[in-house]
């Protein structure tokens, strides 16, 4: 597949792959450079105006988010929504269940967060997560990232800062990825000059707009 130009060029640690099977078998290891494995795809939906109406019908406030499981986006199919409103949230229950029929007992808590606003959370700094991770941002704005090279560790709970003139990236709305994370004892990264996990950052939704994010915990393959 076709390498997207909006991944920043020779960086190697960000590996596309052609479908959702190869998300499952990928493997970070302490001898491959990859820590993202990529999936493009384009979704036909109004995954905005989907956003909107479940921030609506759950009253949520700008600066809070809540999450919706499996059963709870399945329930919400008979929800009277616009054609195209139905379309997008047909597509996130079905990556849901294929998800959980592709890693076969490796993926968990997977939900879809429903986001107005991070006000209680620090998400929104350059960080990395404490385990491997499958994402998909429907709706702009998409997860913020960063190339390891362009942070410096601030010395405490896997929190980064971007060097001056760096610039960070972001996926296309409806790509999925596949993150590497994992906390130590001491909450150190392997080498603080260059750390190995995915450096991101939760990105802000506009005021009244809605932030539409798949979360899964997975256990993908690990090299030795």
Excluded at 77 to 97: C, Y
Excluded at 100 to 127: C, D, K, M, N, P
Excluded at 172 to 192: H, I, S
Aim: glycine share 8%.
């Amino acid at each position: 597949m076709e390498r997207p130009d909006y991944i920043p060029e020779n960086y190697n640690r960000i590996k596309v792959v052609e479908s959702l099977t190869a998300l499952a078998n990928a493997c970070f290891g302490k001898k491959t450079p990859e820590n993202c494995f990529l999936l493009p795809r384009q979704m036909k939906g109004d995954f905005d105006g989907l956003g909107q109406a479940l921030a609506k019908r759950s009253r949520i406030k700008d600066g809070d988010f809540y999450s919706l499981g499996l059963r709870q986006i399945k329930n919400a199919l008979t929800l009277p929504l616009q054609e195209d409103q139905k379309l997008a949230l047909k597509q996130i229950f079905d990556d849901m269940v294929s998800i959980e029929e592709t890693f076969q007992g490796r993926a968990h808590s997977i939900h879809l967060r429903v986001v107005r606003g991070y006000a209680h959370s620090s998400a929104t700094r350059f960080h990395t997560d404490g385990g491997n991770r499958l994402l998909c941002g429907y709706s702009l704005p998409v997860t913020e990232c960063a190339k390891n090279e362009d942070v410096i560790y601030t010395g405490y709970d896997n929190k980064y800062l971007l060097k001056a003139n760096a610039q960070p990236f972001s996926f296309a709305p409806g790509d999925m990825w596949l993150q590497e994370g994992g906390r130590f004892p001491d909450k150190k990264p392997r080498n603080e000059e260059d750390p190995q996990h995915f450096i991101h950052r939760a990105t802000e939704p506009a005021p009244g707009n809605v932030r539409l994010l798949l979360i899964c915990e997975t256990k993908a393959p690990s090299l030795s």
